[in-house]
């Protein structure tokens, strides 16, 4: 991606952490029908369903990220042994699906999440970011929370509000959402985020270790 193909346009980033799940073809539909580009973050705890959705998001377009192969915080915050030990099972899970590791991840409750110094000290997250980067990796956090999971099923109408609300002072917008089963009221509300943004004057794009040289 060129900087000058570009240079003033609002750019938004679709965000779907915690898939594959059985909405994700909903998801990819709803994007197709749109014909905007999306990014997912996702797990490895699914069954072999799950798996094959990987393969769709890339078949689609859509760009690929690692979140974490169980999600589960007090193990995988728990040491960077333990955190590196998830992060190999998520990426060998990928690889054996889609024939490559993702460059890009995003951790699970953000680079600046409190529940890691819990369960393994205060200096763990700065240690697990340098071990993330040391293996190539682009980390990505957000600055637009959809809100989806403030309770077990948001209504999709505040969804839609609280993204637009966000959205409309910034220029860059990195949008996070879940691909979670429970998670149906997030896709329902996805066409008319897809179309307030564009109202707003953005454009979208995936996520890229190349997507900040020149967006930020
Ligand atoms: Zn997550």
């Known amino acids: 991606m060129e900087c000058t193909d570009h240079p003033k346009q609002k750019t938004a980033y679709l965000t779907f952490d915690d898939g594959p799940s059985e ?9 197709d029908l749109y014909e905007v580009k999306a990014t997912f973050f996702v797990v490895g705890s699914g069954g072999e369903t799950e798996r094959d959705l990987y393969k769709q998001i890339v078949k689609r377009g859509h760009e690929i990220g690692l979140h974490s192969y169980t999600h589960d915080y007090a193990t995988m915050y728990s040491s960077v042994d333990l955190f590196i030990e998830d992060l190999e099972k998520l990426e060998k899970a990928v690889d054996e699906s889609i024939g490559f590791i993702p460059s890009i991840y995003r951790f699970p409750g953000g680079s600046a999440n409190q529940v890691s110094q819990k369960h393994g000290g205060s200096s763990l997250m700065a240690r697990l970011k340098k071990e993330i980067e040391k293996r190539g990796y682009l980390f990505f956090d957000w600055n637009v929370d959809s809100g989806d999971t403030k309770s077990y099923l948001v ?10 609300k966000s959205t409309i002072s910034k220029e860059n917008a990195i949008i ?31 996520l890229t270790p190349d997507s900040f040289r ?3």
């Open 155 to 164: 209504d999709f109408d505040q969804i839609i509000e609280t993204v637009l």
């Open 176 to 206: 996070l959402m879940h691909d979670a089963p429970v998670k149906t009221t997030t896709v329902q509300a996805l066409p008319e985020i897809i179309l307030g943004l564009k109202k707003q004057g953005f454009r979208f794009d995936i």
């Open 214 to 216: 020149c967006q930020f």
């Open 23 to 31: 909405n994700t073809a909903k998801i990819l539909e709803i994007l």
